[in-house]
């Protein structure tokens, strides 16, 4: 039979279990990234039939402080509490890490730049600046994108280079809401639909089928078998209706068959 000391001892033990699951339920559930969303809400809009945005970088400088509280907010993320998450809640935060760090930097200049290669030199680009305070460390957006993302080997996912944005009219659209782990499958694949029905940068042309030079330059990322796709043309032939391809083409492209031309890129800033 408990006793009284027993019966306090056994509530002590329970109120410290639901403690740990309380913690372990905020530790799954990500991160909130409301702030980043309502600034994103308010200073991209969509341009171009809505397959692209400009940034509002004179509205987002109004607001610096704003952005800065959730800079430090993302800085004060440990690295064991970040690998307790789930996997997409890890990725939207990833993201959101690089496209808010990205606004920052263009900040820094804004508006005396063109582009964001102008923040660089001859001898750094402004990717491998260490601006970016995370697990801390301060860290390149370079490291963020290839080593966290890409080179981690957590998550296999080429879309990241539809949702990564590099602040220039050529880069795919900045989104107008921040990432997040609940729905960010849905968020990578319009995304990619999205990029993909831009004619600026991807077309089909006579029998040569013209896309952007992400897709030369990370073309190892669209062959490792992402959905079934061995290749940047088996990955293409998946989003066929956003490329406007016809049943006989997107069967030529599955099989190779088609050729595959890379279109140069504008850095010009995506600026409204």
Known sequence: MFNATTKFGWQAILAVMMSVLTLQSAYSQGFDHGDWDRLLTEHV???????ATAADYAGFAKERAALGDYLNALASVDKSTFDGWAKNDQLAFLINVYNAWTVELILTEYPDLDSIRDLGSIFSSPWKKEIV???????SLDHVEH?????????????????????????????????????IDQQLDDATQRFLRDRSRNRLNGNKLEVSSIFKWYRGDFEKGWQGADSLGQFLARYADALDLDSATTDRLNAGKVSIRFLSYDWSLNDI
């Open 45 to 51: 809009v969509a341009i171009g039939d809505g397959n």
């Open 133 to 139: 305070n995370l697990f801390g460390d301060k860290v």
């Open 147 to 183: 080593t966290l993302i890409r080179g981690s080997g957590r998550y296999n996912e080429p879309r990241i280079h539809f949702a990564v944005n590099c602040a220039s009219v050529g880069c795919p659209a900045l989104a107008e809401e921040a990432f997040v782990g609940s729905k």
